[in-house]
């Protein structure tokens, strides 16, 4: 059971969004691109960075519940949600090149379409995916 005023704490400890059942938005930020799973997570975080992932992760710990990760892909199997707390990178999406060492550094929410578009300047292109939705 989670006390409202953990979770107020909690709420004031991101950067990112965090979104609850009765939040507007829930239903969209619980939804994937395969429309046959259809979790209900407790909580759902829309991290804005590094610090927001560590509380995620903390706060789950802490308060003893299940927690998943959600990339910036379509994630057709649905293991993105669990019931507990959704810890979601989708709004993550930089991506740093390094055309000497021939080197890309990319966050979570990233997709191959953008990790395409910030290689193609530098005339290098990924070996992993040419589906652009795909994370």
């Known amino acids: 059971m989670l006390y409202e005023a953990a979770v107020q704490d909690f709420r004031a400890s991101l950067r990112g969004q ?3 059942p009765a939040d507007t938005g829930y239903d969209e930020a619980r939804r994937v691109h395969n429309a046959m799973i259809d979790k ?7 991290c804005a960075g ?24 379509h994630n057709v199997a649905g293991t993105c949600l ?7 990178l989708s709004f993550m999406r930089g991506i ?20 395409n578009h910030e290689l193609q300047p530098f005339g290098l292109a990924a070996a992993g995916g040419y589906v652009g939705t795909t994370g």
């Open 18 to 20: 965090l979104i609850l």
């Open 40 to 46: 209900h997570p407790a909580l759902i975080v829309r």
């Open 96 to 115: 740093h090149v390094n055309p000497t060492a021939r080197t890309v550094r990319v966050d979570g929410g990233a997709t191959w379409q953008d990790v």
């Open 50 to 73: 590094v610090a927001d992932v560590i509380a995620s992760v903390q706060f789950a710990r802490k308060n003893n519940l299940s927690a998943s990760v959600r990339g910036g892909g």
């Open 82 to 88: 669990c019931d507990g707390l959704v810890i979601d």
